[in-house]
C-alpha cells in the first residue's frame, strides 16, 4: 500500500448541531477557523431515502469553494431493504451491517454483483462522491461497547452483543473491510480503506487474527499472536523506536535488534531499563467506555454555488 504522505491537515468532525446549522455553514465556518479537512457520512439508508444526488451540491461546496481536502467518509448503516435482519445471539435487535455480504464481489464480466447490497453501494459511492473521498471508513466505531470488560477479545472474537454498532460476528465486519478495499482500489486507487474510529487495541488485535471466513478458517492460519499484540501497542509505548529485519524494537536508533522470540516480545539486545520493548502488558487495563457519535444525522444540502465543480481525482468507471 503506498504510503501517506501528506501534512497533517486540522478539521472537524462534522454531525447535527440543532436548526440552522447544516453541512456547508459548518464546513464554511471550519474553513475560517483554519481548518483543511472535514469527516462526512454517506448513510445508505440516508441516501435511499433523499436520493444519490442529495449531498452533491455540498460535497461540490466543500471542495471547491472552500478548497477543503483529503476528506474522510464513514461508510454504512443499511437502508431497511438492504439490512441483514438475523439476530445473533445475545442481541435485541438485528444485525447493523449489510445482507448478503457473503454474496460475490464480482460477476464474471468484472462488474459489480448488485446482489451484493453492500458492494453494490461502495460501488455507486465511489462514482458519485469518490472524487472529493481520499479516506473511506468502515462503520463508524464498529467497536463501541457500554459496560463491557473487552479484555477478553485477545483470546476470542467479539460477541454480536458486545459491538453495539454492529451486532454481528465480528467476520462480517472483516467482509465489509474487504469488499471496501476491492470496490475503492479499482476505482478510487489513490484512495485509503480504514476501520471507523476504533477505541480499543483489543479490537484491532481481533481483526488482526481473523479472517472474514466464519465457518472453514475464521483464525489466520500465519497469525502469530505476538505480532498482533504488538501491532496494537508499539506506536503508544516505545519512544524513540528502530525496526530491524521486520521487527519493531524499543531502542536508540544506535542499538543492535536481536531476533524476536515467543511472548512477550523481547526485540532489543541491549536497552535502557527506563525504555522497555514491546509487550501486551498494557491490554489488561480496564477500558473507559466512549460516547458514539452513531446518532448524528447528515443534513440536506442546499442548492449549489453558481458553477461549482470539483475536480476529478477519481474515475468514474460504468459498470
Not at 440552522?20 to 455553514?25: L, N, S
Not at 459489480?112 to 473511506?136: E, S
Not at 496494537?232 to 528502530?242: E, K, N, Y
Not at 527506563?274 to 502488558?281: G, L, N, V, W
Amino acid at each position: 500500500m503506498r504510503p501517506y504522505t501528506a501534512d497533517f491537515g486540522y478539521g472537524c468532525n462534522m454531525g447535527y448541531y440543532g436548526s440552522g446549522w447544516d453541512d456547508e455553514h459548518l464546513a464554511s465556518a471550519i474553513s475560517k477557523a483554519g481548518g483543511q479537512t472535514i469527516r462526512v457520512t454517506l448513510p445508505d439508508q440516508f441516501l435511499d431515502k433523499w436520493g444519490w444526488q442529495a449531498r452533491q451540491a455540498a460535497f461540490d461546496h466543500h471542495t471547491t469553494n472552500l478548497g477543503l481536502r483529503e476528506l474522510v467518509c464513514f461508510v454504512g448503516e443499511p437502508s431497511a431493504e438492504h439490512r441483514d435482519q438475523t439476530v445473533y445471539p445475545g442481541c435485541r435487535e438485528s444485525s447493523k451491517l449489510f445482507a448478503n455480504l457473503y454474496e460475490p464481489i464480482w460477476l464474471a464480466d468484472s462488474t459489480v454483483n448488485p446482489r451484493n447490497y453492500y458492494a453494490a453501494y461502495v460501488y455507486r459511492l465511489t462514482q458519485t462522491y469518490g472524487k472529493h473521498i481520499r479516506f473511506w471508513e468502515v462503520v463508524n466505531e464498529p467497536d463501541f461497547i457500554t459496560d463491557v470488560s473487552n479484555k477478553e477479545w485477545l483470546e476470542r472474537a467479539p460477541r454480536p452483543a458486545e459491538t453495539t454498532n454492529t451486532l454481528a460476528p465480528i467476520y462480517h465486519y472483516i467482509r465489509t473491510l474487504r469488499i471496501t478495499w476491492e470496490i475503492v482500489k479499482k476505482y478510487c486507487p489513490e484512495d485509503y480503506v480504514t476501520p471507523g474510529g476504533l477505541g480499543y487495541a483489543e479490537y484491532l488485535d481481533a481483526l488482526l487474527r481473523y479472517t472474514d471466513n466464519p465457518v472453514a478458517a475464521p483464525l489466520r492460519p500465519n497469525f502469530r499472536p505476538e505480532a498482533g499484540r504488538i501491532s496494537t501497542w508499539w506506536t503508544t509505548m516505545c519512544t524513540p523506536r528502530t525496526t530491524c529485519a521486520g521487527a519493531i524494537c524499543c531502542t536508540p536508533a544506535s542499538t543492535t535488534c536481536a531476533t524476536p522470540t515467543t511472548p512477550p516480545l523481547s526485540c532489543c539486545a541491549t536497552r535502557p531499563s527506563s525504555r522497555p520493548c514491546c509487550t501486551s502488558t498494557a491490554s489488561t487495563a480496564k477500558p473507559t467506555p466512549k460516547s458514539t457519535s452513531s446518532s448524528r444525522k447528515p443534513t440536506l444540502a442546499a442548492a449549489p454555488p453558481s458553477g461549482a465543480t470539483a475536480p476529478m481525482r477519481c474515475s468514474a468507471t460504468s459498470a
